[in-house]
């Protein structure tokens, strides 16, 4: 991917809309980036912002830069938004389009596209930063994808000691190279064999638990041929039992059959001696009640003779005339009483008006009502009145009394003869009833007759019946049916034992099914099991497998890498020569290695020593030319994406000889390479210059 032109706002100290346009240089031109600072005294070029226009291209492809400085750091002081934007052309000629950009104190914006294609831009900008890395093709789990940027394309003082000083550790280094040869993708293929492996091993020995339980079952259990044996005798058990319970059915059919004849008889018999007693309890009853009424006729003539006294009696009598005279006393007494109340009245009214004056309501003359007439008051003749109707009143009461007297003694004399009058009618009645004796004593014999008539033919039915039962019991075997409890146990008792022997078959057939099971999933367990082993050791052989071909590929970038060291270090013209290790002997008589990636440097004599021993420039060659050579590989083996160098302040330490030498080796560099330099006379070996000039503590670019 190489760089067509790059806009900046107001980052660090550029002011908006700064644009370097990259697409006038050829693909393996060399631009210098110098600087010029007149906010500070002697022209430094220091803080221009040579650094920070390499720091915006990385934050804009990356979101990152080298110093770590947080996105509110990098914004132009007074201002409080940050962007930078830039073109990109690809190795397949596609036209990429970046624009990151931030507010102070909010999330950052992030946009992507090919060619145009706007849905590469996702919700956020850390979904879209995933898209821009995976289109570079960096795995999502590689976490030093930013390292691995500034050891292979963005070169500082630092960056070209980092991969051969002791910064970079053994590891560090073994990871690097294994990053770029993709070498995570058999790492994970490892892990995924470990984890499969622990997994077949869970199943395996889930596998073997299972197998363990089933030969445990299997071996309690008897075997198929015994259990088919028990069943084979408990099926002859039951058909001897059933044949027995045969037997005793046929007996206790035959004891049922003789048991219900015997029943009959005796039911017979019983309604035999029923009837009879039924008919002699009746008969009884019959000639008790005609002895009865036969003593009764005895008593007719006494019953006649209380008629004839009674009827005597009542003749002396004459009743109606009693009866008349009664009417009479009851008409004078109501007249008495009718009169008592009217004199009650008079004298009642003649006591309030000699006790309550009335006055004339004109004259106020006391008054009184004598009779029908309204005279003047006379309480003397009032009282006289009052005197007079009192005598009445009394002489009326006292005959009231005689005449109420009278009628009480007529009507218990009334009432004396209607209870003769009664018993005479009583005594007819039973005489009547007398009269009738002889015709209920003759029906009541001709009923018992009848019932005994029909009493003996019904004895003679049931000895009819009871002689049939008894030839039928003649013809039935003659068996015990007292045994008939006996029997009907022996036959529970078989019954339930062959329930048992069914029991038993059912059980051992269960048993034997699940043997049969057992022995099956025994078989299939152990293929199972076999099957696992199988796999364990594939995986097991991958596991071994995938970290070999991982070494196998680094020792084979290897030599190409200290190849390439070697021969970047040999346009130099430099004795010292750089070997590269990866196995080193462990401490045990096994004869074991283990991973390593060292680096030795042999000087102009041949002799191994430590990169730090190495002075500042010797150093700096050595760093150049590792960092270049694997920059160089990984570019040509297409795990490198950036067509283009950022060497920032790299050369400033060399003297002639050695820019000399570094821009003999920058002539066999791929791609476009941009240096940052203090040295203001290196313009002269430059045909592309970058200016950045900083004014009142804002840069701008100019490019020659």
């Known amino acids: 991917m190489r760089p067509k032109t790059l806009e900046i706002t107001n980052f660090g100290p550029f002011a908006e809309k700064q644009r370097i346009d990259f697409s006038r240089y050829e693909k393996n031109d060399h631009v210098l980036i110098v600087g010029n600072n007149k906010d500070t005294a002697g022209a430094d070029s220091n803080g221009s912002g040579k650094t920070q226009s390499f720091n915006a291209l990385s934050w804009l492809i990356f979101g990152y830069t080298p110093n770590g ?17 830039g073109f990109f052309e690809d190795h397949q000629g596609r036209e990429i389009y970046v624009q990151r950009s931030r507010k102070r104190g909010q999330s950052p914006e992030l946009l992507f596209s090919i060619d145009g294609d706007d849905s590469l831009t996702k919700r956020t900008a850390a979904q879209t930063q995933l898209t821009i890395l995976n289109y570079m093709g960096i795995l999502e789990n590689n976490k030093e994808y930013y390292n691995d940027f500034l050891n292979t394309t963005y070169f500082s003082i630092d960056a070209v000691k980092a991969f051969a000083g002791k910064k970079s550790s053994s590891k560090d280094r073994m990871n690097l190279i294994n990053r770029f040869l993709r070498g995570e993708v058999l790492d994970r293929a490892a892990s995924n064999c470990k984890t499969k492996i622990s997994n077949l091993q869970g199943a395996k020995e889930v596998a073997e638990g299972q197998l363990e339980q089933i030969n445990e079952r299997i071996e309690s259990d008897n075997d198929i041929k015994t259990l088919k044996g028990k069943i084979s005798e408990n099926k002859s058990k039951i058909i001897d039992a059933e044949s027995e319970v045969s037997d005793l059915e046929v007996k206790l059919e035959s004891i049922k059959k003789r048991s219900e004849v015997l029943d009959s008889i005796d039911d017979v018999e019983g309604l035999i001696d029923q009837s009879t007693t039924q008919f002699n309890d009746y008969k009884e009853q019959v000639q008790e009640s005609i002895e009865d009424l036969e003593s009764q006729v005895d008593k007719l003539s006494s019953i006649n003779e209380e008629i004839e006294k009674t009827e005597a009696k009542l003749k002396k009598v004459d009743l109606k005339a009693l009866e008349e005279k009664a009417n009479q006393y009851k008409d004078k007494i109501q007249k008495g009483k009718s009169l008592v109340h009217s004199l009650e009245s008079k004298i009642s009214s003649l006591e309030t008006q000699i006790s309550n004056e009335k006055t004339c309501p004109e004259c106020n003359a006391s008054l009184m009502i004598y009779g ?73 014999k001709e009923n018992l007759e009848r019932q005994k008539t029909k009493h003996e033919e019904n004895i003679k039915n049931l000895n009819k019946k009871k002689i049939q039962y008894e030839l039928r019991l003649k013809k039935l075997p003659k068996v015990d049916v007292d045994l008939k409890d006996d029997i009907e146990l022996s036959i529970e008792t078989l019954q339930n034992k062959i329930k048992e022997y069914r029991d038993n078959i059912s059980r051992n057939e269960y048993i034997i099914e699940n043997i049969k099971k057992d022995l099956a999933s025994k078989e299939r367990i152990e293929n199972q099991v076999k099957e696992l082993n199988e796999e364990i050791d594939q995986y097991s052989f991958w596991k071994n497998g995938f970290p070999e071909i991982k070494r196998w590929m680094v020792n084979s970038f290897l030599p190409s890498f200290e190849e390439q060291t070697n021969h970047f270090l040999s346009k130099l013209e430099v004795g010292m020569r750089v070997y590269f290790d990866t196995l080193k002997a462990k ?36 760093g150049i030319c590792t960092g270049f050579a694997l920059r160089e590989l990984t570019l040509n083996k297409g795990y490198n994406a950036f067509d283009f160098l950022l060497i920032d302040e790299v050369v400033d330490s060399l003297d002639d000889t050695g820019i000399n030498e570094f821009f003999n080796l920058l002539n066999i560099i791929s791609g476009l390479k941009l240096i940052i330099s203090h040295d203001t006379p290196l313009k002269n070996r430059f045909t592309n210059v970058i200016t950045f000039t900083k004014e009142n503590g804002v840069t701008t670019v100019k490019q020659t």
Do not use: C, W
Not at 73 to 83: A, M, S
Not at 392 to 416: C, Q, R, T
Not at 427 to 442: G, N
């Open 69 to 85: 400085k947080p996105t509110d750091e990098i914004i132009r002081e007074g201002t409080n938004f940050v962007k930078v934007s």
């Open 372 to 444: 029908d007439e309204i005279m003047s008051l006379d309480k003397k003749a009032l009282n006289k009145s009052l005197k007079e109707e009192s005598t009445k009143l009394k002489e009326v009461n006292a005959k009231l009394s005689k005449l109420e007297e009278g009628e009480e003694k007529l009507a218990d004399k009334i009432s004396i003869i209607e209870k003769h009058q009664d018993k005479l009618d009583s005594l007819k009645d039973r005489r009547e009833d007398f009269y009738k004796i002889p015709e209920k004593i003759q029906t009541k």
């Open 587 to 622: 401490k045990t008589k096994k004869g074991e290695f283990k991973e390593e990636f060292d680096i030795s440097i042999m000087d102009e004599s041949n002799h191994k020593r430590d990169f730090e021993t190495y002075s500042q420039g010797e150093s700096k060659r050595i």
